[in-house]
């Protein structure tokens, strides 16, 4: 079979929709269009019977109840949702002042969790970011470490988005538990493809998005504990009083019933899919830190999603690279990728160094995605870091043992 | 971000790529003006090496190579392209803003051609230097 180009090899940024999941959520832009919340006809009763149905459908992935699943516009709202939701009702002291209370997060969280705690440090609260070590595996003790007597919030993601490693997010939360702080966890990695039992890891809040999972954009769900404790939150969006009371606005009947379906079939299908895709994603590093010298695996070895793999190759720069092998669609930690020209800040802080963030590849994969796309990006990068390489003037001065960072760099 | 085909084809078929020996070589040649401009953890570094005949004063050879993105690696290829030939004054006539015109450069590649004249300026320096030239005017890229 001839190999179809590009090859899709970002699915940390976006999962195409499963046709299972467009099949289902076909009848509901059409003949079930309802409001859930007309409850005097039989438009309304269909859709809000495949709302309870992708509920339940969420439930069963998270290992929640039902009625803890609130849907959103996707990971974004959610965690806006839980963090300055629960920061406002568990504040010290009301707004205006200062001291309202204290939050923990971390350094290399995604922007939709950084942003809100930024906000609320504005608003009057306290926050400490914690750096990750070079492994970027945040662990209980860090969090310890940071507690403080007036600690209301602790905010870690499960895993992170351009590493892919795995915090330690039960031990974190049993430790939250234990003196009595809020944990909410940004899992949209995570979720669907990882085992999620909230109960059992005693989570409070947690996010996760639907376009990650194979589902549609434009929907997720917070997961909000309502027993041991009943977590309580401020609503952001006023208004009709859907979802509890917890976030207003006409349900997105066909986002719900996609991200439904998604999540049922990700708890159907993730044991194989997972085995798969850790296997396949070891397979392109192992081959492409052979094939390449001075290159390497960011985050830790081990402790990491299936599917995500990160790696830096020296001497080369992450956009140019990316040019090169213009038929793998994929992402660079590089300054030149992003709108900011800032290079990865998750890379950065690390602190392995600016010019390896500059330089590096995050190759996700997924459902679909075939040995033989594996072998054609393990090929097709191999032979475009060697061509960078011949264009390199770090590659030379390396080559003639030169230590780069003795050189004084004319900063520009 | 979509690339002009200008910039695609020197990054594709890039003009000029290579030194003319190694870094200590290069040094103790007269002939040779070097330039190596940005730093490797802003995400680019530029090595622009012209060849110059000391009887007529043009360069006649020109080479680069290049760590960073499409745009830079193009900049610093239209840049060898443009030197040969030239005499060195003329050289230092290039200004970034024709490398930003030739390419098509968008607003954020701008400092891609700034490094560029940079380099130019670098090179045709340390030849002058090297041969006891007096540095002219100073003159400074404007997108700085």
Redesign the interface.
């Given at each position: 079979m001839t190999l179809r180009l590009p090859v899709y090899m970002d699915h940390a940024a976006t999962t195409p929709c499963d046709p299972r999941v467009v099949e289902a959520m076909l009848p509901y832009f059409t003949e079930k269009f309802g409001n859930a919340g007309s409850r005097n006809h039989k438009f309304g009763w269909e859709a809000e019977d495949a709302i309870d149905t992708a509920r339940e459908q969420v439930a069963s992935l998270l290992g929640c109840n039902e009625k803890e699943v609130v849907f959103t516009s996707g990971a974004t709202e959610s965690n806006n949702l839980a963090i300055k939701g629960a920061a406002e009702m568990y504040e010290k002291r009301p707004a205006g002042e200062t001291g309202r209370g204290h939050i923990i997060t971390c350094a290399i969280e995604h922007k939709a969790v950084l942003d809100p705690v930024k906000r609320l440090v504005k608003e009057g609260f306290d926050a400490t970011f914690l750096q990750p070590p070079t492994d970027g595996v945040i662990t209980a003790e860090m969090v310890r470490a940071a507690l403080r007597e007036d600690t209301i919030l602790v905010t870690l993601m499960w895993a992170n988005n351009e590493i892919g490693t795995i915090n330690e997010v039960p031990q974190i939360a049993r430790l939250c538990k234990d003196r009595g702080v809020i944990f909410h966890t940004d899992a949209t990695q995570w979720v669907g493809k990882m085992p999620t039992d909230v109960e059992k890891d005693g989570i409070d809040l947690l996010s996760f998005s639907g376009h990650k999972i194979y589902g549609p954009k434009g929907v997720g769900a917070l997961y909000v504990r309502r027993r041991n404790p009943r977590v309580r939150l401020v609503a952001q969006v006023d208004g009709g009083g859907q979802e509890r009371g917890f976030r207003s606005g006409t349900h997105n009947i066909t986002g719900i019933v996609g991200l439904g379906k998604a999540a049922e079939i990700c708890r159907l299908e993730m044991d194989a899919e997972g085995a798969r895709l850790s296997k396949m994603r070891k397979r392109m590093e192992t081959a492409l830190t052979h094939a390449i010298d001075v290159s390497q695996i960011n985050g830790h070895a081990e402790k990491r999603l299936p599917h995500i793999a990160n790696i830096s190759f020296g001497?080369?720069?992450g956009?140019?690279l990316m040019?090169a092998v213009k038929n793998i669609a994929c992402s660079s930690g590089?300054?030149?990728t992003s709108?900011s020209?800032e290079?990865s800040y998750v890379l950065k802080g690390l602190g392995v160094?600016?010019?390896l963030a500059?330089s590096s590849l995050r190759l996700s994969m997924g459902r679909w995605t075939t040995d033989e796309q594996v072998d054609y990006a393990i090929a097709e990068i191999t032979k475009a870091v060697h061509k960078l390489r011949?264009?390199?003037?770090?590659?030379?001065?390396h080559k003639?043992g030169?230590d780069?960072s003795t050189v004084e760099?004319?900063?520009? | 971000m979509a690339?002009s085909d200008k910039v695609i084809d020197h990054?594709e078929n890039?003009r000029n790529?290579g030194?003319f020996g190694?870094?200590?070589d290069v040094k103790t040649r007269k002939d040779i003006g070097v330039g190596?401009?940005?730093?490797?953890?802003?995400?680019?570094?530029?090595?622009l090496q012209i060849k110059v005949d000391p009887a007529t004063g043009r360069i006649e050879d020109a080479r680069f190579?290049?760590?960073?993105?499409?745009s830079?690696?193009a900049s610093s290829s239209l840049a060898t392209e443009w030197l040969k030939g030239k005499t060195i004054d003329e050289g230092l006539a290039i200004k970034n803003t024709d490398i930003v015109q030739e390419l098509s450069l968008p607003p954020?590649k701008i400092?891609c051609s700034?490094?560029a004249e940079?380099a130019i300026r670098?090179a045709i320096g340390d030849y002058k230097a090297k041969n006891g030239i007096p540095a002219s005017a100073p003159e400074h890229a404007d997108a700085h």
């Open positions: 001497f080369v720069e956009e140019g040019m590089s300054a030149c709108a020209l290079p160094g600016d010019e500059h011949e264009m390199s003037p770090l590659y030379d001065m003639e030169i780069l760099w004319a900063h520009h | 690339y990054y890039p790529v030194n190694t870094t200590a190596v401009v940005g730093a490797p953890e802003c995400g680019d570094v530029m090595q190579k290049t760590f960073g993105c499409g830079a690696i954020v400092h700034v490094l940079d670098a």
